[in-house]
């Protein structure tokens, strides 16, 4: 029993000790309380892949009682918000390109007298497929309004629904989830290899000799800068082509306009790991800070779901998040075919986070770690 008790009493100074060494750091108390809570925080409020909001317009060239009141139901439900009532249906290429409606409903003129006489009436849905998931949940909300709107007229055929999908034909999950992957996998290799730079160093102790160099802190910045950059572009290189090769899931924009996104974002995203790596004094820090940092960039980002489902807290955060701005660029460039005046606007976030972050790593490099 003696003997028992000493064996037992090792192990109990031996976790004491463990458990002091591990609180005894405040940055260490905080990074185990912190990335729970706002990691739960925001799966339960990012994560939502319930339609609370659904941007959508109208072009109603029948301008009658009957389609009037079929807009109401669609209006009434809550889900829907309708954000533009169309004149012209070349207003249609529009609104769907530039992403300010998930879908447009077009009733055509001879809508009423179709309905008057028995006929069946088409009303036309054109979905945007990007975000194949969110457009086809978009789709059987509608297909639902339409059926309840079909029994009230006592005829279950009253009203057909003509449904396109613009960009993604045929709803596959595929071709909305791997073209953002050609970002989202690139950013956490990216982010790891650029955080761990410095600290490896530091922890190693030869960063302090680096210093002392004439390299210039600019010059520490862009020589540890680089290769985390070249790393990025060729895991975007392998992703890409993979999804051309493999999946055979068409490109339709520009390579040279892909990759200057590419080159942009990996900008950003180095910029922030190299920030991370100046402020870690050693490498378990900096992989904690990235572990940290990763899993809010990818809820944030609009990779899994919509930017728009979430609060309006959140969707103001995601514009300090390089990710969703990568992951739209591919995605507006891969599948639409969009033109750089399309997408200029995403480059502006990025190009904002990397002129803060690169110059705050090179200042860091100086004066936290000298």
Excluded: C
């Excluded at 071709?175 to 730079?197: C, D, E, G, H, K």
Aim: aromatic residues 10%; hydrophobic residues 55%.
């Amino acid at each position: 029993m003696h003997a028992l008790i000493e064996y037992l009493a090792k192990i109990h100074f031996l976790i004491r000790k463990e458990l002091l060494a591990l609180f005894k750091d405040p940055a260490n108390r905080s990074l185990l309380l912190l990335p729970a809570l706002l990691q739960a925080l925001l799966y339960g409020y990012g994560a939502n892949y319930d339609l609370t909001h659904v941007p959508y317009a109208v072009l109603d060239q029948s301008r009658a009682a009957a389609a009037t009141e079929l807009v109401a139901r669609i209006d009434g439900t809550g889900v829907f918000h309708r954000v533009a009532t169309l004149t012209s249906s070349d207003q249609i290429v529009g609104m769907i390109n530039r992403g300010e409606a998930l879908l447009v409903i077009s009733i055509p003129s001879d809508f009423e007298q179709r309905l008057a006489s028995g006929s069946q009436a088409p009303l036309q849905v054109i979905l945007d497929g990007r975000n194949s998931t969110t457009a086809a949940s978009a789709a059987g909300y509608v297909s639902s309004i339409v059926t309840s709107y079909n029994e009230s007229l006592g005829n279950p055929a009253a009203v057909a629904i003509d449904r396109r999908s613009w960009f993604n034909p045929n709803f596959e999950s595929r071709w909305n989830m791997m073209p953002a992957l050609i970002a989202s996998i690139s950013v956490m290799q990216t982010l790891m290899l650029a955080a761990l730079s410095v600290a490896r160093e530091r922890e190693q102790g030869t960063f302090d000799q680096l210093l002392v160099t004439p390299l210039r802190p600019m010059q520490i910045l862009v020589g540890k800068a680089v290769p985390s950059i070249l790393v990025g572009l060729f895991q975007s290189t392998t992703i890409l082509l993979i999804i051309l090769f493999w999946f055979k899931i068409p490109m339709i924009g520009s390579l040279w306009l892909l990759y200057l996104a590419l080159f942009v974002f990996t900008l950003a995203a180095v910029g922030i790991g190299l920030s991370i790596s100046a402020v870690s004094l050693n490498m378990q820090q900096a992989m904690l800070y990235s572990f940290m940092l990763i899993m809010p960039l990818m809820l944030l980002s609009g990779l899994l779901t919509p930017v728009g489902n979430m609060p309006g807290i959140l969707q103001t955060l995601t514009y300090a998040n390089p990710l969703r701005f990568g992951i739209d660029l591919v995605r507006r460039v891969y599948l639409e075919g969009a033109v750089f005046s399309d997408v200029a606007f995403d480059f502006i976030p990025l190009l904002v986070i990397a002129a803060i972050t690169l110059p705050l790593a090179a200042w860091l490099f100086r004066h936290r770690l000298a």
